[in-house]
Each structure stands twice: as C-alpha cells, then as structure tokens.
C-alpha cells in the first residue's frame, strides 16, 4: 500500500491467525487518499447497524409510560436514567405482537413472547424437534446485507439456552432460548460467553488448538499480534485517524482485559459453574456484551446484532438493586404493590444498562455525527402486563437516527393493536434490505418519518 492508495473500508490488520476490522476513518471517504485524508476534515457516509434488545417478563408499564406526546413529554419514572440521551430515542407506544396470543393452543406466553418477538409469527406447540415459527427480522436484514460484512449477524445473550426439552406449558425450550430465527425451523444460537464472542468477532480460529494455547501461554492480546502491521498503517495517517485508532486500540485493550480478570474470578468462586471467562456479576456481564456490540459496529464486522437480557420466563433475582424474589414470580404480582415496585428496580436497572450501551456508542465519532445516529436500536419486551399475559401496547424504544432517517426526541403514540412488524419494515428500508412483509405487517410505520 503506498501513500497514495486509497484505504479500504473492509480493510483488516492481520497476524498469527487473528484479525481486527478498522473503524471508519477519514482515509476510507471516496475519492480520499491516505495522503489527502491526512488534511482533510471531512463528513464519511457511514453504513446503518441495526440491533435488537429484548428483556422477557414485560414491564410494570405505569411506571413505563410517558405522559404527553411528541417532542413534548415527560419521561416516565423507568426510563428517567435515558433523560441524557432524550434526543437520541423514540418512545413508540400502542404497538402489539398478536401472535404472542393464544391460537386455540392455551398457555405457554412466555415462550410465546421470545419466539414472535421479532418474527411476529405463531409457534407450533411441540417439546420436540418440530419446531417451527418464522424467520425473525435480524436474519431478514443479515440475508439482504450480511455479505457487505465479515459477520453477517451477532447473537448475543446472558442466559444459558437450550434447545431441547419443555419450558413453558409445552412450548420446546427453543423458543423461550432465542428470538433470532435463521429459518422457521432453525433458531441462532446465541453466544453468552464474551471470551468467546471476543474471539467470533476478530477471527481467532478457535479449531486450532495448538495456536490458541500458545496465544495463552504468551498472553499475547490480539493488539500485540497485528501491532507491526498496525504500525505501519499510522505512520500513513493523518493526525486525526491517528487518534481513532488509538482509541479504537485502547477500548478493545480495556475489554481483553475485563474479560480476563473475569476469567481469573472463577477460580475464587469455584461454587459458580461457569465457563472460562464468563463474568460473576450480573452488571458487568450485561456491560461486556454491550461493549461486544459497540465494537462490532464500530469495525462494521456486522450490521445486526440481538441481544437477549434474560431468557423468556427468566426467574433470576436482582440483588443489585435489592430485589431477592424471582423476577418470572414477581412478574404475576397481582397488583401486589411490593412485587410491582420490586420489578420497577429491575425494569430501571435493565434501562440504564441500556444508557450505558448508547453512551458508548454516542461517545464515538463517525462522519459528521456519531455511531449512535448511525444505528438503530430496538429495546423491548414482547409482553408488556406480563400479570397478565397482554401483548399488546409493549414497551418499545427506538434509538439511534438511522443514519439521519430518523426524527428522534418522541413519544410516538401508535393506534392500538399497531403491528410491531410494521416498525421493522421500516427499519429493514433503512438498512438497505427491502422486504415486502413480515410476520403479521400491514405496512410501514410512517411515523419515524416525523
């Protein structure tokens, strides 16, 4: 490569068996050189990621609600952790999944609210191997654009899963495990591990044994194995680029190095049974994954990613913010005023980890604007009374702009029964994967518009 040459946008630094995608930079632009970027302070079209967070149990939705409409209302008490970001989301209310319903096929909401979150299509009952439900919109939109990427998509979650077995009144365990579906038979497992999910994105081969124990005999970051080609890489950049990439370099230095005291942790806490790496506290685990997904869109190694806080019917207490009960079993409170406030603390506890991930992603320059206005980000459940069983005006919010296709700063009041699908469409045009219908759509959802 001479100082002439245009950089690539998938360009990649390479050594013993590891890779890393670069973040967007000045010398990428079009008709930019490494020489001419050097001086220029330029805008860089950058490509819209897509990502969807969902939590189960549903929320105590009083307290999840905001007062007024449009640009003027009042943050509600759940989401009031969000108020720094308030011009970076919508609160989009009255949409519905109706599929998450009963069918003539009784009880199992639950599993019902993991499985149509983001298909929008009804499961087939069965603890056995017919499974069968829709393909989920991640996977719409990885099929359309995930040959632009070395990852088409990235499943990410914190909950063991398994895809065998009964967990919810006869729904197979599948569907209370995954809410990304490749095809309507075929869940995408999600990784829980971030060691793991580490290396899945920066192409560690992980079928060589002999190179993966030597990488930890060494303890050689995947930073020290691209460093001489790294080296040279900043020696042609301009001063501006020269700074991203320190940056950039530095946060996946800080996470190789969460992820290895977190590993170190297991051998204080031999009564966990853990996997190598994976995290003993809740938060920091969330916080990883989130980091995980902040990196992935920075490289652009993919554009879609979900996330799945907890599995469906999830019965984990929240002692960090001094819940000890299961939260599946507060969830039927039956308007018990402890049990509700009890999930309000887990409901406000979820949402400012959620902050956490928009303040990593707000924090990082792209183009004329930042990473955040790049993406679309999708948190929500797909219960909202989980008491009872309503999957109906859900708790949903939309962050990020869309790469400036989205009017943010709102509560959107949907008219009831909106089909949630009808927001993916959507989001599906501004990823660049146009599809006609999904699940239960009956069209766009025009208001993003503004």
């Given at each position: 490569?001479?100082?002439?040459?245009?950089?690539?946008?998938?360009?990649?630094?390479?050594?013993?068996?590891?890779?890393?995608?670069?973040?967007?930079?000045?010398?990428?632009?079009?008709?930019?050189?490494?020489?001419?970027?050097?001086?220029?302070?330029?805008?860089?079209?950058?490509?819209?990621?897509?990502?969807?967070?969902?939590?189960?149990?549903?929320?105590?939705?009083?307290?999840?609600?905001?007062?007024?409409?449009?640009?003027?209302?009042?943050?509600?008490?759940?989401?009031?952790?969000?108020?720094?970001?308030?011009?970076?989301?919508?609160?989009?209310?009255?949409?519905?999944?109706?599929?998450?319903?009963?069918?003539?096929?009784?009880?199992?909401?639950?599993?019902?609210?993991?499985?149509?979150?983001?298909?929008?299509?009804?499961?087939?009952?069965?603890?056995?191997?017919?499974?069968?439900?829709?393909?989920?919109?991640?996977?719409?939109?990885?099929?359309?654009?995930?040959?632009?990427?070395?990852?088409?998509?990235?499943?990410?979650?914190?909950?063991?899963?398994?895809?065998?077995?009964?967990?919810?009144?006869?729904?197979?365990?599948?569907?209370?495990?995954?809410?990304?579906?490749?095809?309507?038979?075929?869940?995408?497992?999600?990784?829980?591990?971030?060691?793991?999910?580490?290396?899945?994105?920066?192409?560690?081969?992980?079928?060589?044994?002999?190179?993966?124990?030597?990488?930890?005999?060494?303890?050689?970051?995947?930073?020290?194995?691209?460093r001489a080609d790294a080296q040279q890489l900043k020696n042609r950049l301009g001063a501006t680029d020269r700074q991203k990439i320190d940056e950039y370099f530095t946060s996946v230095r800080e996470i190789e190095q969460r992820i290895a005291r977190s590993a170190a942790k297991r051998h204080e806490v031999p009564e966990f049974d853990i996997p190598e790496g994976m995290p003993r506290e809740q938060t920091e685990h969330i916080r990883l994954m989130y980091d995980l997904m902040v990196l992935a869109f920075q490289t652009d190694t993919t554009r879609v990613s979900t996330f799945m806080l907890a599995n469906a019917g999830a019965n984990r207490s929240y002692s960090m913010v001094g819940v000890k009960d299961g939260w599946h079993s507060l969830s039927h409170h039956r308007n018990d005023e402890k049990k509700m406030a009890d999930i309000t603390k887990i409901d406000r506890f979820l949402v400012e980890q959620f902050g956490y991930f928009l303040g990593k992603l707000k924090a990082i320059k792209e183009g004329e604007g930042t990473l955040l206005d790049n993406c679309m980000l999708m948190y929500g459940s797909g219960l909202s009374d989980a008491n009872r069983h309503n999957h109906d005006d859900l708790p949903i919010l939309l962050a990020g702009k869309g790469g400036g296709t989205i009017e943010t700063g709102r509560h959107i009041k949907m008219e009831s029964e909106t089909p949630l699908n009808n927001l993916f469409l959507s989001m599906l045009d501004r990823a660049g994967a146009k599809v006609d219908s999904i699940g239960d759509s009956k069209g766009r959802l025009a208001a993003l518009d503004g």
């Open positions: 490569m001479t100082v002439s040459t245009q950089l690539q946008r998938r360009t990649f630094l390479k050594g013993l068996g590891a890779s890393m995608a670069l973040p967007m930079l000045e010398c990428m632009q079009p008709g930019l050189t490494l020489s001419t970027a050097a001086a220029a302070e330029t805008a860089t079209a950058a490509p819209v990621r897509m990502a969807f967070v969902f939590f189960p149990n549903g929320a105590i939705m009083p307290n999840w609600k905001p007062e007024g409409e449009g640009t003027d209302y009042t943050l509600s008490h759940t989401l009031e952790p969000l108020k720094d970001f308030r011009g970076d989301f919508n609160v989009i209310s009255g949409l519905a999944q109706d599929n998450g319903r009963a069918k003539g096929d009784g009880p199992g909401d639950h599993a019902r609210c993991a499985s149509t979150y983001l298909t929008g299509a009804h499961p087939v009952k069965t603890s056995g191997a017919n499974i069968k439900v829709g393909i989920s919109v991640d996977q719409m939109a990885a099929a359309e654009i995930g040959k632009q990427t070395r990852l088409p998509s990235l499943e990410l979650g914190v909950d063991r899963g398994r895809n065998a077995g009964n967990c919810d009144s006869g729904y197979s365990c599948a569907y209370s495990s995954n809410v990304s579906w490749k095809t309507a038979t075929t869940p995408m497992a999600k990784e829980i591990n971030p060691r793991l999910a580490f290396e899945r994105l920066f192409g560690v081969n992980q079928k060589d044994e002999k190179k993966r124990l030597r990488r930890e005999l060494y303890r050689k970051s995947i930073l020290d194995l691209v």
